[in-house]
């Protein structure tokens, strides 16, 4: 197995002789991005840093995050789906009600989940609600899993290209505090109408109102990331900026840059 698993990084590691048989993207990614970051933040929790972690902390990719508004019944036209976090830390198990669910622990005191974008956009809307954003949707969702009164250090982080975010103005517009608030609140008003719009509506001002407002919510680059990481540790952020620069070229979206 062992040989097996080495065959398979050997052939991934040879994009650049021209004679591999597996897409670059498979491991020049942003998911393999953030796992290198979120590993070497995990090894040097006495950095300070947005993405500094508690002693206790762990982190954890493609988690699944339990929506506010799943659904109460077969055919809820309401209803949205768990999301898939491309990276979370924080005190929390994974495998609530599900395989890959994340659970925020009794004991916890943080709790982060970041979205990771290379030459993509957030995601407007799902399909039950056009206008519900993805960050609104994970501001939300996170609000969602933390107990009822409950304070503890959490956030939400995307992470992109330094050139996105005046390529891509949608960034600075949703990752916002008012616009998300905004957001949640006409997905609360959906529900008008419904045996659970008062339930929604009274989350809305007695739970998510206050949680806005201490949250940290932030857009950060990835060359902000590794100059830090370069400053405090030349050897991993050299080679993080090398791994970056080839998930850059290999990426479709690449053309971006030159243009």
């Not at 100059?227 to 070229?249: M, T, V």
């Amino acid at each position: 197995m062992e040989k097996a698993i080495l065959e398979i990084f050997d052939s991934l590691n040879s994009f650049k002789d021209g004679k591999n048989n597996i897409q670059p993207t498979l491991l020049y990614n942003e998911g393999w991005m953030l796992r290198l970051v979120l590993k070497w933040f995990n090894d040097h929790k006495e950095i300070s840093h947005s993405i500094s972690m508690e002693n206790d902390s762990h982190w954890f990719s493609e988690a699944l995050l339990k929506p506010k508004f799943n659904a109460v019944e077969k055919g809820d036209k309401l209803a949205e789906g768990y999301i898939h976090a491309d990276g979370i830390y924080g005190n929390f198990k994974i495998g609530g009600e599900g395989f890959g669910d994340a659970v925020i622990t009794e004991d916890c005191k943080q709790f982060y989940v970041i979205e990771a974008k290379m030459f993509s956009k957030l995601t407007a809307g799902v399909t039950n609600s056009q206008n519900y954003d993805q960050a609104a949707r994970n501001v939300a969702c996170i609000c969602n899993m933390i107990p009822d009164g409950k304070v503890i250090d959490t956030g939400f982080f995307v992470i992109i290209p330094e050139s996105q975010i005046e390529n891509e103005k949608t960034f600075k517009e949703y990752v916002n505090k008012e616009h998300i608030q905004k957001i949640v609140e006409e997905r609360v008003n959906q529900y008008k109408g419904r045996d659970d719009f008062k339930e929604k509506e009274k989350w809305y001002n007695e739970i998510f109102l206050p949680f806005i407002e201490i949250i940290n919510i932030k857009l950060l680059t990835w060359e902000e990331i590794i100059d830090f990481i370069k400053s405090n540790d030349s050897e991993y952020g050299s080679k993080l900026e090398e791994f970056y620069n080839r998930c850059i070229h290999y990426s479709r979206y690449s053309k971006i840059l030159y243009m």
